[in-house]
């Protein structure tokens, strides 16, 4: 069955390919155009989902960016941050606060160390050496960035709403981070082993999930602005693209590493 995604990126390529001014760059610096054109190859990873990932991980950044600076600087944002945090604060109850403080500990460190280790068995048993690799790398990565970006941006915690007594400062939410990508690594490399499995999309679904419910219990419990929360979610899933791009990237040069030798 046909990629329909695939067959139109080779369909728009072969147009474009056909264009006179795109035939005489091609014949003026054939290295180039050849390195462009493998960055839309749609049958490697290499090609069109690494350049769609490096697109995404821009906007990304770039969005994180603007966001850091709205906290530093826009007062529309610290307005609408306060607004949120009252009004969950004037609806909490006692049994919900109670779900969410038990929910919460699952993006915390402790978690990470927990769920790290049981995934580290999994792929130690079925020797997939570089998903351990690139894991703790994710892990560790985003537990320095949350912290250095703490203390870069030093933004108080909301005041007198909290359900229990948090150090360090706001911004970002490490539990948002450390949600997005410890769950949605996990759910990749579950989408990715079980090819076949008819539950395959349910392990994306019980990710976004779990991070959402994560994410929105550092706010209702008081601990957290909207804000800390979003920024924490755009860094994690940075994080989450820069394990996914290198676990294909190495399994890509593993793959092709034996037909290099036959050649």
Not at 40 to 51: A, D, E, I, Q, R
Not at 101 to 120: D, P, S, W
Not at 131 to 144: K, P, S, Y
Not at 166 to 177: D, I, K, L, N, Q
Request: charged content about 15%; overall charge positive; glycine content about 6%.
């Amino acid at each position: 069955m046909k990629n329909p995604l695939s067959h139109k990126v080779r369909r728009a390529k072969r147009w474009f390919l056909e264009q006179s001014p795109v035939r005489s760059f091609q014949q003026k610096f054939p290295r180039v155009a050849a390195f462009i054109g493998n960055r839309f190859y749609t049958k490697s990873f290499v090609g069109l989902p690494l350049t769609l990932l490096l697109v995404v991980a821009y906007v990304n950044v770039s969005l994180l960016s603007e966001l850091t600076e709205s906290v530093m600087d826009a007062e529309w944002i610290v307005v609408t941050d306060h607004t949120f945090t009252s009004q969950l604060y004037s609806a909490r109850s006692p049994w919900l606060s109670e779900f969410f403080f038990m929910l919460t500990k699952l993006g915390e460190r402790n978690a990470v160390f927990v769920v790290g280790a049981v995934a580290t068995g999994i792929f130690l048993y079925r020797r997939r050496y570089a998903a351990i690799v690139v894991f703790w790398i994710v892990m560790a990565g985003l537990g320095l960035s949350v912290r250095y970006g703490k203390t870069f941006i030093s933004r108080a915690r909301p005041a007198d709403v909290a359900y229990y007594e948090v150090e360090h400062y706001s911004f970002p939410s490490g539990h948002a981070t450390t949600a997005l990508a410890l769950y949605g690594l996990l759910a990749y490399f579950l989408y990715r082993h079980y090819n076949k499995s008819p539950y395959r999309n349910l392990y994306l679904w019980l990710a976004f999930i779990l991070t959402l419910l994560v994410g929105f219990s550092r706010i209702y419990l008081g601990v957290h602005y909207l804000s800390d929360v979003l920024a924490g979610y755009l860094l994690g899933l940075l994080w989450m693209l820069v394990g996914i791009s290198l676990v294909e990237v190495m399994m890509y040069r593993k793959n092709k590493a034996p037909l290099n030798n036959r050649s």
